[in-house]
């Protein structure tokens, strides 16, 4: 619709075409699709490939569409006066010799990069264009009218997403039975706890003492800590009997074990 | 193929040559919706067509073919033979979500390949049944990698690239790690709602020592 | 994987013959609307078969013929000949009209598949709205591709098999003008020299990185 803006027959005055362009453009703004769609089609007035397309002609062209408008007191979509601002600095750099102590991208390179937009954007539109020229399904080539009648055969297929996996996994990790790399210490007592525990209490032995009752309160009742207090307990006093601390008797096999301080005479 | 080119003059505007009606009718009826009488085809068909012999042609070219011409009351179709009909069962696909045994085994394997069987036990805490393993290793999810060089020399399991494709990862380092986890809330510190807490409950510091223990534990 | 299972079955049961085959997936492709996969065919077929050739055989067959063999993505169809389109009654549903900004967007995503919104946007110049998008999905024309390997994983659309189907081509690389575009350059994802304004900017990397997906994805 808006193509039809454009006599193809004008006369090649662009300054005339342009202004003509200008004001049909001001009443039909509604009918583009951004100011990239519009620049696309003041290009059009220019009647050249849109490879040699002078892209300061354009920005001059938007820019005197965007004052009628102004001047019209039409508002305007803020995007098309972002690309007016963007427009009025990529020409005062095509127009003034290029800074030095300037970084950014030159104003030529600014320019082509906006002639391949919109040459990008012309090759879509006639690649669409292309597309619904073809054969299509329902108009030209036709389905199967009368399907048959299919027997439907379930099959289940399986499926997981990152999320359940990540959940999976991180169920496992929290699992509080599951510590597989950590020790487990809490049903353990070791030879070195045992050894500090009976130091301090050794002094008081002075008699035969089974050295079953030198076992925590805690480490008494339940079986797995038993067997480890009871353990670290025998290795403490052996310990301390090698240290010449204690003595040790066990009257026959499985009879229980006995300690007392060892008498320095 | 066409015998009846004779047809031809017979009216004012010349009929389309009979191969070419065949085609018509041909299409016709592959096309619509309902069975095709022949007066319908000679009104859709060029002034001066012959459905009734382009029909008496085209059932001879369909004859011990995958489909053939049918007469279905005053109406033609085209029908599957009946000797196919077995052929028309159509597999839907249901769609299921992977059992939590199996989300879990899945999700060692990924962060610990390549795993063995034992190891993915000792980390699950319960043994792995046949059949986990075995559907995972269907769906092309796993598959085994190289043997361990321990005793016994156990097959591992790593994951496929259909497993990286599906679950839209590079590689499986790619996977979030412990840290990135518990960022995200999926790593609650809290003890499962069932289990008792004791007191060797793990640190944060405990659980990140451990993730490096491990991979070092893994890395062959 | 399945190697070892179809070795056993071909020792056990002798594959039909080609002509049978032919015939079953005669049968198969005229009983179903939708393309069927090569994959779907050895499924329905008996044990052994051999499928691609078989449609290379009917393909051959059918040229010519009122209907035809069509290939769509990686299914076959039987469908009738665009030059008997006239033939038809057209009560099927007209191509919904589409608007200029929905046809834009189609092209553009068949045209640089896998592509973000960002990019389409950056392409068209203007925000594509929630329901031009929506409505190729509704119509079944695009779907969601892969995330993107990019910051904020952003998601990617991609067309689909049946609009291959629609508009009768065989694969994304028989789109119209393609060769010719991409030696233009014009479906590099050229990134801007500075920041270009507009609601589609895109970032250095996002349009470097679509670039190398977007030819992986047509080199096959």
């Known amino acids: 619709m808006t193509e039809e803006l454009f006599d193809p027959n004008a006369p090649s005055d662009s300054t005339v075409a342009a202004r003509l362009a200008a004001e049909a453009l001001i009443i039909d703004v509604d009918g583009f699709e951004g100011p990239l769609d519009m620049l696309l089609t003041l290009s059009r007035t220019q009647k050249v490939d849109l490879r040699k397309i002078s892209i300061l002609q354009l920005a001059e062209q938007y820019l005197l569409f965007v004052e009628r408008a102004k001047e019209l007191r039409l508002e305007l979509a803020a995007d098309y006066l972002v690309m007016a601002a963007w427009l009025a600095f990529l020409k005062s750099r095509l127009l003034l010799p290029p800074d030095p102590e300037e970084d950014g991208p030159s104003g030529e390179e600014l320019a082509a990069h906006l002639a391949f937009q919109l040459e990008r954007l012309q090759a879509m539109r006639d690649a669409a264009a292309q597309l619904l020229a073809r054969d299509q399904m329902g108009r030209d080539f036709f389905v199967r009218g009368i399907p048959e009648q299919v027997e439907r055969v379930r099959r289940v297929r399986y499926t997981a997403t990152l999320l359940d996996l990540m959940q999976g996994y991180a169920r496992l990790r929290t699992k509080d039975e599951f510590r597989p790399f950590v020790l487990d210490r809490e049903a353990v007592f070791t030879m070195e706890q045992a050894l500090e525990r009976m130091r301090g209490l050794i002094g008081f032995a002075g008699t035969w003492t089974d050295i079953s009752s030198y076992l925590p309160d805690d480490f008494r009742t339940d079986a797995k800590r038993r067997r480890s207090a009871t353990a670290a307990t025998f290795a403490a006093s052996l310990e301390l009997a090698k240290e010449g601390k204690v003595e040790i008797r066990q009257s026959e096999t499985f009879a229980p074990i006995e300690l007392r301080r060892k008498r320095h005479d | ?220």
Do not use: C
Request: glycine residues 8%; charged residues 30%.
């Open chain 2, 1 to 220: 193929m066409t015998d009846h080119d004779d047809e031809q003059g017979q009216s004012l505007f010349a009929a389309p040559p009979m191969g070419e009606q065949e085609r018509m009718v041909e299409a016709i009826l592959f096309a619509t919706p309902a069975p095709v009488t022949v007066s319908e085809l000679t009104g859709r068909m060029p002034h001066g067509s012959d459905p009734a012999t382009a029909l008496a042609h085209l059932r001879k070219r369909y004859e011990g073919r995958g489909v053939r011409l049918v007469r279905v009351g005053e109406a033609w179709a085209m029908r599957t033979a009946p000797d196919l009909g077995y052929l028309m069962q159509k597999e839907t696909v249901e769609t299921r979500k992977l059992s939590r045994a199996a989300v879990e085994t899945l999700a060692i394997i990924a962060y610990h390949q390549p795993v063995t069987r034992a190891e993915i036990e000792e980390i699950r805490g319960v043994s792995v049944s046949r059949g986990t393993v075995d559907q995972l290793l269907e769906m092309g999810w796993i598959r085994f990698g190289r043997r361990k060089m321990t005793p016994g020399r156990p097959a591992t399991f790593v994951v496929t690239q259909e497993f990286l494709d599906h679950f839209g990862l590079e590689s499986a380092r790619d996977l979030p790690g412990l840290k990135e986890l518990r960022a995200a809330g999926l790593l609650d510190n809290r003890p499962p709602p069932g289990s008792v807490p004791g007191p060797g409950e793990t640190s944060d510091d405990d659980l990140l020592a451990a993730d490096d223990e491990q991979s070092e534990l893994f890395e062959e």
